[in-house]
Each structure stands twice: as C-alpha cells, then as structure tokens.
C-alpha cells in the first residue's frame, strides 16, 4: 500500500481562530501587506455565541486602557455600524442579595455575537485576508529537519513563519505546544451558562451579585424589546448543581422563556505569564486577557489582536523581538487587568453568603466601589 504524503501548504501567518482577536490580528496584518491564513473550527463564524453579548464602544475602551485614546486604527475599528448595535446599554444596576442595587453609567451596546463575529470576519477579509471555515487545528508536530512546527488538520498540513494562538480560553496552540505548562495557560476558568429569552426584561443590563452565582455573579442584558441574553458564570466547585440548572432556577424565578441555550468557560486567572513562544504569540482570551472582575474580554481581545499584528509587522521590518507584544499589552490593558484580578481575588475572600456579601457591599456601594470595581478600578481608592 502507498502512503500518499499530503503536501505542507506555507503561509507567512496562520491565525487559529476566527473571533474578535483572530479577525482583529488577520485584518492589521493583511494591511501591512502579510500573507495571512486563518484557520476556523467553526463552520459558522460567531456561532454558537458563548457570550454575554455586551460589546463596548470606544468611550468604555479608551475609559478602562492607557495610551490608546489616540490610536486611529483602533478608534476606527471600534466603530460598529448602526445595524450591529440591538439596544443601547449606558446604565448597568448591581444588585445585592437583598434585592438593593447600585447603578452608573455605561458606553456599550448589546448585539448578536453571530452578526459582530462575521462582520469583524468580513473586514478582514475584505483587507485581504483569507479565512477557512471548518478547519479544526487538531496537532502541531515539530519537523526536526527543517526546525520548524507544522498545523496539522484534517484535511491538510500548514507551516508558517508566524503563528497567532487566538483559539480562546483554552488555548489550544499553546496547549498543543506546552502541554499544562502553567507560564502559557489561561487560569482560574469559570463555567458558565446562558440563555437568549424572551419576556419582561429591563431596559438595563443587570448584575446579580450573591447566592444566585457565588462568586461570580448573573446577568440579565437586555437586546431589545422583550429579549435578552441571561448568564451566570460562578467559581468551579461553588455551585451545588450544574450551572445550567442554576439558570434555569433563574430564568424561571423570573417567569422568562428560554429561547436557547449555551455554555462556556471563561479564564479569570488573569493575563498568562509568558505570550510569546518562539514565532507564536497568543491573544484574546488564549492569552488570558478577560477582566477578572467581570468577565468582559471582548475589547482586549480586539486590542491585543492589533498589536500582536504590529508586532509582527515591526520585527520583520525591524527584527524587534516579538516579546514587544506582550509590553505593548502590559503598557496598554496591564493597570486595568492587574485591578480587575485583584477584585475578583477580594470577592473570592469576602464576598462569601449572603450576609457578608450584603455587607461589604452595602459599605462599598455609596463611595463608588461597586463601580469601579466593574470598571477595573480599584474597588477601594488604596486597594
Ligand atoms: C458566557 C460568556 C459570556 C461573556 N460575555 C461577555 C460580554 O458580554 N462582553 C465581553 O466583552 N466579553 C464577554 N465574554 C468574553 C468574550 O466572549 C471573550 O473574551 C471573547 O470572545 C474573546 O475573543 P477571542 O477572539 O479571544 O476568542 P473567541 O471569541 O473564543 O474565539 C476563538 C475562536 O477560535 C476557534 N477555535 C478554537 N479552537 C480551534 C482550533 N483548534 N482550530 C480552529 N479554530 C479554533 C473557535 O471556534 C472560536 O471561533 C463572555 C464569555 C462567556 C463564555
């Protein structure tokens, strides 16, 4: 019998993921003129949505990160047509066990993950990128004659010059090259579940903070008239049943009807140590960039996805050594992750029952804590 030998097809790029980091990354590099390939599990982009679906528009970036608000690039990119934006969230209510709540202001939209994935897709295609649905990246080999890694998938073998890791929270090219090294692999993953409903929501997006969701907490985001996308997302091991019944609870105590369901995890541990390993750089979620505190990823995901790119760019003009990735990231998003995460290590402290979430509440409520905490600011001013 002959072994038929499948060619090793070469691209300048491979991006493992087509999300917001992978499309953001793809459409910066194939401006800059790269040959960009990206590689998507999916057969459609953006779907199944795994997500709150509340996507910040540029007010809430450039409120949260440093030394972007004159980035051009990114302003425009986070100008998202009418059509994506469902209903206008600008007030979000925290509420206590009790039933009390605290509420400010916001700048962000609800939208279909499924309509902002493919449009995000689109631009980069249009910049001349090229994307290839249902393509799982299933192994990575290292080729010891030509001292280089290969992508293997069902169908083909890929080589690459540079790889982007954006395959999410599990990061599934560091793991494939790393194993459970713990210097490239998102921590602290939290389960959670969620729903598209219909029936009386608000017109607020709302956080339920106590035993609904120990320490994490539920959300209700309302994507126009009588629909939204209700979650919760709790500590593994704190939920006495399986977080999907937990939501289900929910969503009845609350007379809602449940359209649909999913599930996801999202890594709370933080931003990985290490993102850059050799030619490979990890972004978004697969680089440990959600907010701790609230679990939002989706602008860090857009954000890191452009410098990675840059970053690219700089070292094959320049011979910069890419690890200026992982500093453009620390110097930009590094303030507001390192608060977010010491937030969620305070809650996972004291924010235990519902009395003691109660209080400690109650006492940052009134000076702004509660606030800030959601913006990943420091809850207290010195802590
Ligand atoms: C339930 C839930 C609610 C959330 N709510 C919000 C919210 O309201 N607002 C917010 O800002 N953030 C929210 N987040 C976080 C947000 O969804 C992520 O931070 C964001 O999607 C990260 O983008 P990404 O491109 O890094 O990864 P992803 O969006 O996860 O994209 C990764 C892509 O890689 C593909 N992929 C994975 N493995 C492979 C492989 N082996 N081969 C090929 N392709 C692969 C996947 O199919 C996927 O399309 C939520 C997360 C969850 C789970």
């Known amino acids: 019998m002959t072994v038929v030998q499948r060619p090793v097809i070469h691209h300048e790029v491979i991006v493992v993921g087509a999300g917001p980091a992978g499309s953001a990354c793809a459409q910066k590099l194939a401006e800059c003129g790269l040959d960009v390939l990206v590689l998507e599990r999916r057969k459609i982009i953006g779907n199944p949505a795994q997500c709150g679906e509340c996507i910040p528009n540029w007010g809430e970036v450039v409120q949260t990160f440093s030394n972007i608000e004159n980035d051009e690039w990114l302003q425009q990119y986070f100008d998202f047509p009418q059509w994506l934006q469902l209903h206008r969230l600008d007030f979000m209510r925290v509420f206590l066990p009790s039933g009390k709540s605290y509420g400010f202001e916001l700048d962000a939209f609800a939208g279909h993950r499924l309509h902002f994935d493919g449009y995000l897709a689109e631009k980069a295609i249009k910049a001349g990128a090229k994307i290839q649905i249902d393509t799982a990246v299933i192994n990575m080999i290292h080729q010891s004659s030509k001292n280089r890694d290969i992508l293997i998938t069902k169908d ?228």
Request: proline share 7%.
């Open 156 to 383: 083909a073998k890929y080589s690459f010059d540079y790889l982007v890791d954006a395959s999410g929270s599990l990061a599934h090219m560091m793991r494939l090259k790393h194993g459970k090294n713990p210097q490239f692999r998102p921590g602290d993953q939290v389960p959670t579940a969620y729903a598209q409903v219909h029936g009386d929501v608000p017109e607020t997006f709302d956080v339920f903070i106590g035993s609904v969701a120990p320490s994490g907490y539920a959300w209700i985001i309302p994507k126009g008239p009588n629909f939204a996308n209700v979650g919760i997302g709790a500590r593994a091991g704190k939920l006495r049943h399986p977080v999907k019944k937990h939501l289900l609870d929910f969503c009845a105590d609350l007379k809602l009807e449940i359209l649909s369901i999913g599930g996801g995890w999202i890594p709370m541990g933080g931003p990985v140590p290490t993102m850059v390993s050799g030619n490979i750089l990890a972004i978004g979620d697969a680089a440990g960039l959600v907010m701790p505190s609230n679990g939002g990823g989706i602008s860090q995901a857009i954000i890191s996805g452009y410098f990675a790119a840059q970053s690219i760019q700089e070292h094959i003009l320049h011979n910069t050594p890419l690890e200026s990735y992982q500093k453009k990231v620390e110097d930009s998003m590094g303030r507001a992750l390192k608060n977010s995460l010491r937030t969620k290590n305070m809650g996972y402290t004291f924010l235990r029952g519902d009395v003691m979430t109660e209080l400690v509440l109650r006492t940052l409520g009134p000076i702004g804590g509660i606030k800030r905490a959601m913006e990943c600011d420091k809850p207290l001013f010195l802590l």
